[in-house]
T-cell receptor, first 116, second 115 residues
Framework: AQTVTQSQPEMSVQEADNVTLSCTYDTSESDYYLFWYKQPPSRQMILVIRQEAYKQQNATENRFSVNFQKAAKSFSLKISDSQLGDAAMYFC?????????????FGTGTSLTVIP | NAGVMQNPRHLVRRRGQEARLRCSPM?????VYWYRQLPEEGLKFMVY????????ESGMPKERFSAEFPKEGPSILRIQQVVRGDSAAYFC?????????????FGEGSRLTVL
């Protein structure tokens, strides 16, 4: 069974600093997708960044970047130049595409506080 | 293009009553997922449906819980004879059939409170 582990229930960062959120996962598959989702206080989850496992290059989206270590099954999220609006719950997720569609597995989340 | 719509946003039920949560996926999406989020916990997978078909219900309790996604209309998550432990936020998400980019689009959730 696929599992996703986020070992940091809470993190805090000073505004304008960088912060890294950790995620590890367990799978026997070689082709899959990894995601970071953000859940702001308004509670609607939105996609932050996505990584295809077959791509060696780490994904980046503006101030968000990942460090994908496939052999170590690690997928950390780095937020650069943190802003107050980055405060949210962040969920790491794993997905495996199959003929019947995608199944998604989420970690327990990391609550990020941004200190002004 | 409207996003994933869930209703009601808030639902209060007494123990033993039934709760029905509705989810309309994004236009064109035929895959629907239901997740439960308890305080200080992550998203717990419940069920994955396509139109008129349950793909995976391994996360759903065997008793009192059921889900459907009919050919027409929204997906329904039904909880019979609710108990206090059912109090949680229930999130629906949808994805495009056959899409292999894997993105889920979430609704704003339905918060169920059982008195």
């Amino acid at each position: 069974a696929q599992t996703v582990t986020q070992s940091q229930p809470e993190m805090s960062v000073q505004e304008a600093d960088n912060v890294t959120l950790s995620c590890t996962y367990d799978t026997s598959e070689s082709d899959y997708y990894l995601f970071w989702y953000k859940q702001p206080p308004s509670r609607q989850m939105i996609l932050v960044i996505r990584q295809e496992a077959y791509k060696q290059q780490n994904a980046t989206e503006n101030r968000f970047s990942v460090n994908f270590q496939k052999a170590a099954k690690s997928f950390s999220l780095k937020i650069s130049d943190s802003q107050l609006g980055d405060a949210a719950m962040y969920f790491c997720a794993y997905s495996k595409f199959s003929n019947t569609g995608n199944q998604f597995y989420f970690g327990t989340g990391t609550s990020l506080t941004v200190i002004p | 293009n409207a996003g994933v719509m869930q209703n009601p946003r808030h639902l209060v039920r007494r123990r033993g009553q039934e709760a029905r949560l509705r989810c309309s996926p994004m236009k064109g999406h035929s895959h629907v997922y239901w997740y439960r989020q308890l305080p200080e916990e992550g998203l717990k997978f419940m069920v994955y449906l396509q139109k008129e078909n349950i793909i995976d219900e391994s996360g759903m309790p065997k008793e009192r819980f059921s889900a459907e996604f009919p050919k027409e209309g929204p997906s329904i998550l039904r909880i019979q004879q609710v108990v206090r432990g059912d109090s949680a936020a229930y999130f629906c998400a949808s994805s495009l059939q056959g899409q292999n980019t894997g993105e889920l689009f979430f609704g704003e959730g339905s918060r169920l409170t059982v008195l």
